[in-house]
């Protein structure tokens, strides 16, 4: 890759370039940098078939009849699981177990970007455990995983198919007797600390940021997209995003697609 005196000089270059000679570009990035770190969100699992949560085919517009009297974020949040228990484990069961979907092309690509020694790490919004099926290890699951869950007071854990296959219409402690909640940080609850210490150390080292399946509407991704400062600034992702303009490399085409031809 040619060397830039200036961001402008730089961002020019990359403008003018075909498509293939983006992926080409795109490739000699990878070879150059150091600590690569990719940024993903919804649209990296809606290849596999799980739908997104806000947009015109996504989960919040095909809930059920019996739901649509809630605001789709209640749902999904500490409120719900609190107030209305039966009804938060009754939604989560019906649209959030991913125990049978397989990853797609962009997480194959991306655990192989990894095993080559190509990318550092992944930070990821979704909480369906595709990446570590694929192959992928350095994986920052900032809205943590269904695939874990733990006793709200003894801190028993608890794998996935414990909620999802209990009889109970509130999954139970074996031990103890308490609720068994998932491990994912649901509306109106902090991040997770440890994956979010490590997100914000990956992007702070990070040379290259990629970005993909994510508009960076939702805060903690748009936050971490916005304190990357390394040299290059790659964005998949088929709609526009608040960071679109000032990224060196545009892919406005499937994530598994354009990580499929590296």
């Known amino acids: 890759m040619k060397e830039f005196r200036t961001e402008r000089e730089k ?43 806000r947009s015109k085919n996504g989960l919040y517009r095909k809930t059920g009849k019996k739901y649509r009297k809630y605001n789709p974020e209640y749902l999904l949040s500490s409120d719900c699981l609190r107030r209305d228990t039966k009804l938060f484990f009754e939604y989560y069961r019906e649209n959030l177990d991913a125990r049978a979907v397989e990853p797609n092309a962009a997480h194959y690509a991306l655990a192989s970007l990894e095993k080559e020694g190509r990318l550092e790490g992944i930070i990821t919004q979704n909480i369906d455990g595709l990446h570590q099926k694929a192959g992928s290890r350095n994986v920052q699951e900032i809205h943590g995983t269904t695939l874990r869950n733990y006793c709200v007071f003894c801190r028993k854990e608890y794998d996935a198919d414990f909620i999802f296959d209990s009889p109970d219409p509130v999954p139970r402690c074996t031990e103890c007797g308490e609720m068994v909640r998932p491990d994912v940080t649901l509306y109106g609850e902090v991040l997770p600390s440890p994956a979010y210490d490590n997100a914000l150390d990956l992007v702070n080292r990070a040379d290259c940021l990629i970005i993909g399946g994510t508009s960076l509407e939702v805060g903690s991704a748009a936050q971490l997209a916005h304190k990357f400062h390394g040299k290059y600034l790659i964005i998949i992702n088929k709609g526009r995003t608040r960071l679109t ?16 031809a590296l």
């Open 11 to 53: 961002h020019n270059f990359f403008n003018r370039l075909s498509e293939e000679q983006k992926m080409q570009a795109f490739r000699d990035i990878l070879d150059e940098t150091e600590h690569a770190v990719f940024l993903g969100g919804a649209g990296v699992s809606t290849e596999s078939g799980i739908p997104d949560f």
């Open 245 to 260: 303009g000032k990224a060196d490399l545009v892919f406005r085409d499937s994530i598994g697609k354009v990580l499929g």
